[in-house]
């Protein structure tokens, strides 16, 4: 069963930075392509960004341009850094396989205060 272990979140002023990370337990993660999602309290689980196993990128448009998605396969290790933060971006952030078929971890929560 793959496991799925977020960190690096926090409580940041808008305009900061914050870098999320993931590591991520399975042998394939080489060829998975991965994505962040997020959760604000009473909205529903929206994806953030997705990355392959070749590095291509997507990003919804709310984080275009302030979010990179980035991964180490060589540490199973997938990251989101967050720049330009606003106060909308506040939520707990997960990290799944792009089709989120994974059990999902315990997210890492993230509070931009205005």
């Known amino acids: 069963q793959v496991q799925l272990v977020e960190s690096g979140g926090g409580l940041v002023q808008a305009g900061g930075s914050l870098r999320l990370s993931c590591v991520v337990s399975?042998?394939?993660?080489?060829?998975?392509?991965m994505g962040w999602y997020r959760q604000a309290p009473g909205r529903q689980l929206e994806s953030v960004a997705t990355i392959t196993g070749g590095g291509t990128t997507t990003y919804a448009d709310s984080v275009k341009g302030r979010f990179t998605v980035s991964r180490d396969s060589a540490k199973n290790m997938v990251y989101l850094h967050m720049n330009s933060l606003k106060p909308e971006d506040t939520a707990v952030y997960y990290c799944n396989s792009a089709g989120g078929e994974w059990a999902w971890g315990q997210g890492t929560q993230v509070t931009v205060s205005a």
């Open positions: 399975t042998s394939i993660f080489g060829i998975i392509a």
